[in-house]
């Protein structure tokens, strides 16, 4: 409880900031101002770009690396708004220590 990813909490600071901070938004800033709204900002464009006919039909599979971080129990809330899609995620939070060979910090560094 009370953990949040980098780009959830970058999004709610965008939310609340509103025009004054990052200009026009595209969509609904009250609906989307939450933790829940983030994920349900996310649903919705995952499955227009993933899943064929409007998020009601067969979606891609996707792969995640979590890195070790607390984006693999958050990914689980998102994925409780979708499941039609198929994910394999890797590298959880008890899997080893942050970043250790995984994740994006690992790639810029290999």
Known sequence: ???LTTPQLHHLVRMRNGEKGAGPHVGDTVAWGSEDGYYAMLADAFSGLLC???GGGVCTPLWVDAAH????????????????LKVTLANLVRDGPLNDGCGAEHVQKA
């Open 1 to 3: 409880q009370g953990l």
């Open 52 to 54: 064929s006919g409007g």
């Open 69 to 84: 971080g607390v984006g693999a129990p958050k990914l689980a809330s998102l994925l409780n708004k979708m499941p039609q």
